[in-house]
């Protein structure tokens, strides 16, 4: 490869601790699988509660088929010689990390296109009455496609034909497959900072939402969350350049891709898959805090109807008129019935008697309820064992 110089002066280098390949396993499949559930309860929201599906949920339907298949080229590239030195490898290592590479690079430019598209398209449903923003954010609707067009075909076409990316180079190779360092090196970094750049206004837009006339705290809430989610993004973009810049996409201090490129390659991950969840958690998360997650729970319920019952004594009628209605789990259920078991004959007087008149109980015994019934009638609230 003419441009780029390749020796073994860095395998006296301590193992970076990104590059074990436990480390990148774990980072790329915990993200891939928040990112997954963030997007699918993103998409039950639009699809089932709120049924207003829009382009946005298009982009990010395509965003997550490009990250899914980005994390697992990764996850490949870590058996075939990812944080080790390329030197080492043997030939079919060597090719095959470089085609796993390709595609987590092709699916990582496309993807961060995709996201933004996603964003700011979701922008334009808050933003309707706002002329001068809306149309701010149709530029850039536009912009970020053709930026996203424009990268996208130097990662998926990096040369002609493609497997001359991985074949040791050729005359029509250019961009992310030049064999030359400053095009090749240009490319990455003209990426990263307009990616930064974009990754910045897509943060500030929501900010009027702030300050805007008639909204509620819940909504300057959900704007914070947004920002500061969108604010880890920020760093991972701006974290993952400067390692860019200080390697030069692992070409210097000598030509290394497979020992200098993890880092780079694990704050791309974590990049993308945050702006998944910055982009999907202001959907669905207040139709989640707002539902109540008690009946979810409730096994068991039991209604008692209202009941009258007339007794004949010497001296009054007693009347006993009880209404209740439990609804709980089954674990609540079964306390309230041991507190009654306990109390048992305790009964609490206050508009009526609440006690258990057995038409069975002795003449004296139905006198005295009778008196109860009276303290009740009367005004008296006190605990009676009868």
């Given at each position: 490869?003419?441009g780029?110089?390749?020796?073994?002066d860095?395998?006296d280098?301590?193992e970076?601790?990104s590059?074990?390949?436990?480390?990148?396993?774990?980072?790329?499949?915990a993200?891939?699988?928040?990112?997954?559930v963030?997007?699918?309860?993103?998409?039950?929201v639009?699809?089932r509660?709120?049924?207003?599906?829009?382009?946005?949920?298009?982009?990010?339907?395509?965003?997550?088929?490009?990250v899914?298949?980005?994390?697992?080229?990764?996850?490949?590239?870590?058996?075939f010689?990812?944080?080790?030195?390329?030197?080492q490898?043997?030939?079919?290592?060597?090719?095959?990390?470089?085609?796993?590479?390709?595609?987590?690079?092709?699916?990582?430019?496309t993807?961060?296109?995709?996201?933004?598209?996603?964003?700011?398209?979701?922008?334009?449903?808050v933003?309707?009455?706002?002329?001068?923003?809306?149309?701010?954010?149709?530029?850039?609707?536009?912009?970020?496609?053709?930026?996203?067009?424009?990268?996208?075909?130097?990662?998926?076409a990096?040369?002609?034909?493609?497997?001359?990316?991985?074949?040791?180079?050729?005359?029509?190779?250019?961009?992310?497959?030049?064999?030359?360092?400053?095009?090749?090196?240009?490319?990455?970094?003209?990426h990263?900072?307009?990616?930064?750049?974009?990754?910045?206004?897509?943060?500030?837009?929501?900010?009027?939402?702030?300050?805007?006339?008639?909204?509620?705290?819940?909504?300057?809430?959900?704007?914070v969350?947004?920002?500061s989610?969108?604010?880890?993004?920020?760093?991972?973009?701006?974290?993952?350049l400067?390692?860019?810049?200080?390697?030069?996409?692992?070409?210097?201090?000598?030509?290394d891709?497979?020992?200098?490129?993890?880092?780079?390659?694990?704050?791309?991950?974590?990049e993308?898959d945050?702006?998944?969840?910055?982009?999907?958690v202001?959907?669905?998360?207040?139709?989640?805090?707002?539902?109540?997650?008690?009946?979810?729970?409730?096994?068991?319920e039991?209604?008692?109807?209202?009941?009258?019952?007339?007794?004949?004594?010497?001296?009054?009628e007693?009347?006993?008129?009880?209404?209740?209605?439990?609804?709980?789990?089954?674990?609540?259920?079964g306390?309230?019935?041991?507190?009654?078991?306990?109390?048992?004959?305790?009964?609490?007087?206050d508009?009526?008697?609440l006690?258990?008149?057995?038409?069975?109980?002795s003449?004296?015994?139905r006198?005295?309820?009778?008196?109860?019934?009276?303290?009740?009638?009367?005004?008296?609230?006190?605990?009676?064992?009868i």
């Amino acid at each position: 490869m003419s441009g780029f110089r390749w020796s073994t002066d860095n395998f006296d280098e301590p193992e970076p601790i990104s590059n074990r390949p436990d480390l990148i396993w774990g980072v790329v499949i915990a993200c891939l699988i928040f990112s997954w559930v963030c997007v699918c309860l993103r998409l039950y929201v639009r699809l089932r509660v709120v049924r207003a599906p829009g382009w946005d949920d298009l982009c990010v339907v395509l965003y997550l088929f490009m990250v899914t298949a980005g994390s697992i080229a990764v996850c490949c590239a870590v058996t075939f010689g990812l944080g080790k030195h390329f030197l080492q490898l043997e030939e079919w290592q060597g090719k095959s990390f470089l085609k796993t590479f390709y595609i987590a690079n092709a699916t990582y430019v496309t993807a961060t296109a995709l996201i933004k598209e996603a964003l700011l398209l979701q922008y334009l449903r808050v933003f309707e009455r706002a002329v001068i923003l809306r149309r701010f954010l149709i530029f850039l609707v536009v912009f970020t496609a053709l930026w996203g067009i424009a990268y996208s075909f130097l990662a998926w076409a990096p040369c002609i034909p493609v497997h001359d990316f991985w074949n040791g180079g050729g005359p029509l190779c250019y961009g992310y497959g030049s064999q030359y360092i400053r095009p090749f090196v240009a490319t990455f970094e003209s990426h990263a900072a307009s990616n930064m750049v974009l990754d910045i206004l897509v943060l500030v837009i929501p900010l009027p939402l702030l300050f805007k006339d008639g909204t509620t705290n819940c909504a300057r809430v959900r704007v914070v969350g947004l920002i500061s989610m969108g604010i880890f993004v920020l760093v991972f973009a701006v974290w993952r350049l400067i390692t860019i810049i200080d390697h030069q996409v692992a070409s210097w201090p000598t030509r290394d891709p497979t020992w200098y490129g993890p880092i780079s390659i694990i704050l791309a991950v974590l990049e993308i898959d945050a702006a998944s969840v910055c982009a999907s958690v202001p959907i669905f998360w207040p139709v989640i805090s707002s539902m109540n997650w008690g009946k979810i729970f409730v096994t068991q319920e039991v209604n008692i109807t209202r009941e009258t019952r007339y007794m004949e004594d010497d001296e009054d009628e007693l009347t006993r008129d009880t209404t209740h209605s439990r609804t709980g789990s089954e674990a609540e259920l079964g306390e309230s019935g041991r507190k009654g078991a306990r109390n048992k004959g305790m009964y609490y007087q206050d508009s009526y008697v609440l006690s258990h008149v057995d038409p069975l109980r002795s003449s004296a015994e139905r006198v005295h309820a009778s008196a109860i019934s009276d303290m009740a009638k009367n005004g008296s609230k006190k605990w009676v064992k009868i």
